[in-house]
Each structure stands twice: as structure tokens, then as C-alpha cells.
């Protein structure tokens, strides 16, 4: 069965400081991964997208890892700001038309000052 | 540049009255549109999706329908709400090959 798991499920950090989130699959086949930012109430937001053969790529204080062998992907977030606090979703695609988008349920980052 | 609109932000719904959600977008022709469910702690779940006008693909069986009237307008609809249709709807479309797909700012549904 096609999964994306995520960890942790909430996060609590300070401001300034950097995290990590990750994010298991199952799906298969695979066409790429990409990284979602919701916050409160809105849709999300692409932050990131890889394919098969990328496993790193930054946008600006936002980094994913992608180990398409081991089937694991990271977020990492550096110099935490408040206005990162929103959820991470975690998205994997299968090669299969127009509909094959397997969802994690996503973590939940607090940033406090 | 291409926009999603979706509207409304929140709506309030009584148990059996109709609901009718609509998305448009703008800045781009044949996107490939969608509808998700998000429920409260939990993961976006794929309603309907659509590549093209009056094609309609429904991901699972439910008290909601869809239609696409012209090539940028997605619309969801019930004739009759369900206590259990309480929740997050997002419209996105997508196009190209890697169809990223970007999301409307969603409808707050409370069904009460």
C-alpha cells in the first residue's frame, strides 16, 4: 500500500534554531517528492520538488534530502523564524496520470520567541 | 502569472441544505483541477479531479459531486450535506510534468 509517513508529528522550537522533519515513503513507483508549507486556515504552498535523482535541494532557509534508496526524505529548516510555524506536508508522487499524489498527514512546527 | 480563486473562505451549512464551492483559475488554459478534503488532523484526501471540460474523476464514493463547466472553473457541489462533510476543502490545479500543483487558500465547511 502507497504511505507517507511523517515525523514528528508536532514540534515545538525557539527562535533561531534550526530543525529537522522527516519523511518516509512507500509509494511506488516513484516520480518525485515535493515538500508543502500550510499555514493556519490556508492552502499549501510548494516549497520544494525532486525527482529520483536530486537528493538535496534549498530554498532559501528551507533544505530537503532526498535518499530515494532507502526511500527517506528531510526538511531542514535553518535559523527558525515565528513565521515558520505552519504545517509540512510531505507529498509523493507515483508515475501513474493525473491523480497519483500520496499525502502525508504532515508535522506541525511551532516556532516561539 | 496564473491565481487560484477559491471562495468562500468559511461557510456554515444546516444538515440537508445544498452546498455549491467554486474555483476558478486565471493565467492559464487546460490545467489539469482538483478538489481535497482535509479533515482535522489529518491528511489531504483527493475528491475529484479533471483534465479537461466535463471530464470528471472521482476518487471516492461520497455525498459530494463535481463539474467543470469551462476549462478554468471547477465547482463542488451537494444536494444534500452530511454532518460528516464538515471540513477543509482545497481546490488546486497542476500542469506539465512534474504537475506541481498549486492550492487555492480552501473553504472552511462546518456542517451543523
Known amino acids: 500500500k502507497n504511505q507517507v509517513e511523517q515525523s514528528p508529528q508536532s514540534l515545538i522550537i525557539l527562535e533561531g534554531k534550526n530543525c529537522t522533519l522527516q519523511c518516509n515513503y512507500t509509494v511506488s513507483p516513484f516520480s518525485n517528492l515535493r515538500w508543502y508549507k500550510q499555514d493556519t486556515g490556508r492552502g499549501p504552498v510548494s516549497l520544494t520538488i525532486?525527482?529520483?535523482?536530486?537528493n538535496t535541494k534549498s530554498n532559501g532557509r528551507y533544505t530537503a534530502t532526498l535518499d530515494a534508496d532507502t526511500k527517506q526524505s528531510s526538511l531542514h529548516i535553518t535559523a527558525s523564524q515565528l513565521s515558520d510555524s505552519a504545517s509540512y506536508i510531505c507529498?509523493?508522487?507515483?508515475?501513474?496520470?493525473?491523480?497519483?499524489?500520496?499525502f502525508g498527514k504532515g508535522t506541525r512546527l511551532s516556532v516561539i520567541a | 502569472s496564473q491565481t487560484i480563486h477559491q471562495w468562500p473562505a468559511t461557510l456554515v451549512q444546516p444538515v440537508g441544505s445544498p452546498l455549491s464551492l467554486e474555483c476558478t483559475v486565471e493565467g492559464t488554459s487546460n490545467p489539469n483541477l482538483y478538489w481535497y478534503r482535509q479533515a482535522a488532523g489529518r491528511g489531504l484526501q483527493l475528491l475529484f479531479y479533471?483534465?479537461?471540460?466535463?471530464?470528471i474523476s472521482s476518487e471516492v464514493p461520497q455525498n459530494l459531486s463535481a463539474s467543470r463547466p469551462q476549462d478554468r472553473q471547477f465547482i463542488l457541489s451537494s444536494k444534500k450535506l452530511l454532518l460528516s462533510d464538515s471540513g477543509f476543502y482545497l481546490c488546486?490545479?497542476?500542469?506539465?510534468?512534474?504537475?506541481?500543483?498549486?492550492f487555492g487558500a480552501g473553504t472552511r465547511l462546518s456542517v451543523l
Open positions: 507529498v509523493v508522487r507515483t508515475p501513474s496520470g493525473n491523480t497519483p499524489l500520496v
Open positions: 479533471s483534465v479537461g471540460i466535463g471530464q
Open positions: 525532486m525527482t529520483f535523482s536530486e
Open positions: 488546486a490545479w497542476g500542469q506539465g510534468s512534474k504537475n506541481i500543483q498549486y
